[in-house]
């Protein structure tokens, strides 16, 4: 019986899916110079509760015991994904075909069909985004909650979050309060995830990551960047520059709570992971335009000669990806009327390691695996030198007048 269910659900589905196709085809016959722009399988990726590979296999499965209908229950967080999942694992010419019947349907036919699939997909009782949410906080919120099943409560929330109002919606219903605790839970993963559905959630927020400051976050998550577990300190440097990124607010507090010191110990450990070496990079850049940009906040420490030797020392590094990203935030600190040129000549040596990226850059210039790569940074290279030198002269001509 259950697997007749779970043959009726994909078939159901696939319907569902032609029907789409059918109206599509139609639409475009009437109007073929407008371009479709709606499709279930283009741009963005696909995000499975459950892995698809789990389920045909319970489907084929002669074990009278496998429960395809339930797998099929819990396999997807909406009907949405799985339409999605119809549409991936359907043959191209079938589903043409498929197509093409439903267009020959009557209409009383296919109302018929279609008073089916709703009955069908009312005993799915597929919860909305909104249940799903509730149902993981409430996991949470249960201090009797496994590991296991707390790491899939924020897993689901996790695929949730990403999607704006979702994320909104979330802190409607308390979610970030639960979350929040999760960075003090004992299991380095169960941390690392709840960082990344903050991170996530904060991206580009405007209404969302002051909210998610107000919780205290900001203090936590700068302690976890300092974890022994290095994808808990990348995800937690995520969550940090999603917060303060183009927030007065964020970096002011990250100010206060001396955000400098974080970042000059992650650059000047020259043992730790590249990507978080990569990430602070990115984050100064962003930091150093945002105040070119606004006069409002003010960070000191972007004009210290200890830090901007710090940022300097970065560019030493022999991967090509951080000497970009390091170079893109030498340019943007160059920018700032608060720096002086003399402390990135005297103090920082910023000649010497821009003529040092030179060197290196016309090697691999003629190395084909990174020949085009190695000529984009060595044309960053040379405008960061020459913003430097106009600096330079700038500034000797204050000196000396």
């Given amino acids: 019986m259950g697997r007749l269910f779970s043959f009726a659900v994909v078939g159901a589905l696939l319907f569902l899916v032609a029907s789409a196709v059918s109206a599509a085809a139609a639409e475009e016959g009437q109007q073929r110079q407008r371009p479709n722009k709606t499709s279930y399988g283009g741009g963005g990726g696909i995000f499975w509760a459950t892995d698809d590979g789990d389920l045909l ?13 339930d797998d099929l229950a819990g396999a997807f967080s909406s009907l949405d994904s799985m339409l999605q999942w119809a549409i991936g694992h359907s043959d191209p010419e079938k589903l043409r075909d498929k197509a093409n019947d439903v267009q020959r349907l009557s209409a009383n036919d296919l109302q018929k069909r279609q008073v089916e699939i709703k009955e069908l997909m009312e005993r799915l009782k597929v919860p909305s985004d909104s249940e799903l949410m509730q149902i993981s906080i409430a996991d949470l919120n249960n201090s009797s909650t496994s590991l296991e099943d707390r790491q899939h409560a924020l897993n689901e929330l996790l695929i949730l979050v990403e999607s704006i109002d979702n994320a909104n919606d979330l ?10 605790q999760e960075l003090h839970n004992s299991e380095p993963g169960i941390r690392t995830t709840s960082a990344w559905i903050i991170g996530m959630a904060s991206q580009n927020n405007a209404l969302l990551y002051n909210k998610i400051l107000e919780l205290g976050v900001l203090k936590i998550l700068m302690k976890m960047t300092r974890s022994s577990f290095t994808e808990e300190a990348i995800k937690a440097l995520y969550a940090i520059s999603a917060l303060i990124r183009n927030n007065d607010h964020g970096q002011e507090l990250f100010y206060l709570e001396n955000g400098n010191s974080m970042l000059q110990d992650i650059m000047s450990n020259s043992s730790i992971d590249i990507r978080l070496h990569k990430k602070i ?20 420490f972007l004009s210290s000669h200890l830090f901007l030797k ?11 990806d951080l000497q970009e990203k390091v170079l893109m935030a030498i340019r943007s600190l160059l920018k700032l009327t608060s720096t002086d040129a003399l402390d ?34 060595e ?12 600096k330079l002269e700038k500034r000797m001509r204050t000196r000396h007048g």
Avoid at 57 to 69: G, K, Q, R, V, W
Avoid at 285 to 300: G, R, S, T
Avoid at 310 to 320: E, G, K, R
Wanted: proline share 3%.
């Fill in 281 to 300: 990079a990115f984050l100064v850049a962003d930091l150093a335009d945002y105040q070119f940009h606004n006069e409002i906040v003010k960070l000191p």
């Fill in 310 to 320: 710090s940022v300097v020392d970065l560019a030493l590094s022999a991967d090509l």
């Fill in 379 to 390: 044309d960053l290279r040379r405008e960061v030198h020459t913003i430097f030198h106009r």
């Fill in 57 to 69: 296999s319970a489907m084929e499965s002669d074990d009278p015991s496998a429960s395809p209908d």
């Fill in 171 to 180: 802190s409607k219903l308390g979610g970030y309060v639960a979350v929040v």
């Fill in 344 to 377: 990135f000549k005297d103090f920082c040596g910023l000649d010497r390691v821009l003529d040092r990226m030179r060197m290196q850059l016309e090697k691999l210039m003629n190395v084909e695996e990174y020949g085009d790569y190695a000529k984009e940074v």
